[in-house]
């Protein structure tokens, strides 16, 4: 069990680090986008997205993965910063 419980405290710090990382991107880099930009980092994003849900229909995995993915606070964090033009505040 203490096994288990080590294991699972490692992945979910190199997640929370993985989070961290990417936040601190947006904020480096959203202000030196422009709207024109913002919006076609927008669609590859989305198109990115959607990519990655199409080759999982062929993989089988659980129907958490797939609401997680879609429902992703971080997903929403960056195409609403992509939309208001500001960098998300952590």
Do not use: C
Request: aromatic letters at 4%.
């Amino acid at each position: 069990m203490a096994g288990l419980v080590i294991g699972n405290t490692k992945t979910m710090s190199m997640l929370g680090a993985w989070v961290t990382v990417l936040g601190r991107f947006l904020d480096a880099v959203l202000p030196h986008l422009t709207t024109l930009l913002r919006i076609e980092i927008k669609q590859s994003f989305l198109q990115g997205i959607d990519d990655v849900m199409s080759l999982m229909d062929d993989v089988p995995l659980s129907a958490d993965y797939h609401s997680t993915l879609l429902e992703l606070e971080l997903t929403n964090i960056i195409l609403s910063a992509l939309d208001k033009g500001s960098p998300p505040r952590n």
